[in-house]
Nanobody, 121 residues
């Protein structure tokens, strides 16, 4: 059973910083892309940032220059460093990973349970 577990959310003032972490555990052969998405009530989940196993990154325009995604392939972890946070960054943040369980299996999407980030004074 593969699990993604996020940590690091919380309440922060505008202009502040937070670092989110996500660890994938279980029987895993390989992980391709990993990423962070966010969702606010009444809206669709949206992409925040992704990173390939080779380190290529992609960001939503709204977070470019403020957020940095990174990963530790040896530990099956992905991180999101969030700086200059704005109230509009308030959302539940979800970790995502494309995982192969065995050498012959297909890649499948896995999601974490989400962690709340609230930016407010």
């Amino acid at each position: 059973q593969v699990q993604l577990v996020e940590s690091g959310g919380g309440l922060v003032q505008p202009g502040g910083s937070l670092r989110l972490s996500c660890a994938a555990s279980g029987i895993i052969f390989s992980i391709n892309a990993m990423g962070w998405y966010r969702q606010v009530p009444g809206k669709q989940r949206e992409l925040v940032a992704t990173i390939t196993s080779g380190g290529r990154t992609n960001y939503a325009d709204s977070v470019k220059g403020r957020f940095t995604i990174s990963r530790d392939n040896a530990k099956n972890m992905v991180f999101l460093e969030m700086n200059s946070l704005k109230p509009e960054d308030t959302a539940v943040y979800y970790c995502n990973a494309d995982i192969k369980l065995t050498r012959l299996s297909v890649t499948r999407d896995y999601w974490g349970q989400g962690t709340q980030v609230t930016v407010s004074s």
